[in-house]
């Protein structure tokens, strides 16, 4: 192993069984992995439990949620009236929003137990 460490051979990425071509040194495929296009992550939509491929993420929400909310800019405004405050549990339909750059931004938000979370997924 000590042999392997120490020689000037490229790995694979941990990926690879799910499409991933890359090859690289070991110090730098750590890097790579944690950015990798085929890593699989949660689906932004938090009442659906499936991990899927980070590259189909788009392809996943089109073809499986049908209620996402398209934001024209990442101005994200919560209409909080006294039914929303009333209710114990609150949640809002999955947003999404897409910069000039191509990167793509679903925030979320619901109220659980009585308390309000919001968080952003990239």
Same mark, same amino acid.
């Given at each position: ?64 949620? =049908? $209620?996402?909310?398209? %934001? ?5 405004? *919560?209409?909080? /009236? ?15 929003? =897409? $910069?000039?750059?191509? %990167? ?5 938000? *619901?109220?659980? /137990? ?9």
């Amino acid at each position: 192993e000590a042999i392997v460490e120490k020689a000037n051979i490229d790995f694979s990425c941990i990926y690879a069984q799910d499409g991933c071509n890359v090859e690289m040194e070991k110090e730098d495929l750590k890097k790579h992995e944690a950015e990798c296009l085929f890593r699989k992550v949660p689906c932004p939509n938090t009442s659906c439990e499936k991990l899927i491929l980070f590259k189909s993420i788009g392809d996943h929400i089109s073809s499986s949620h =049908k $209620d996402v909310y398209t %934001l024209s800019s990442p101005r994200l405004e *919560v209409l909080i /009236n006294n039914i929303n405050m009333e209710r114990e549990n609150n949640y809002w339909s999955l947003m999404y929003w =897409k $910069d000039k750059n191509g %990167l793509e931004f679903y925030p979320g938000i *619901v109220k659980r /137990n009585g308390c309000w979370y919001f968080w952003m997924k990239v």
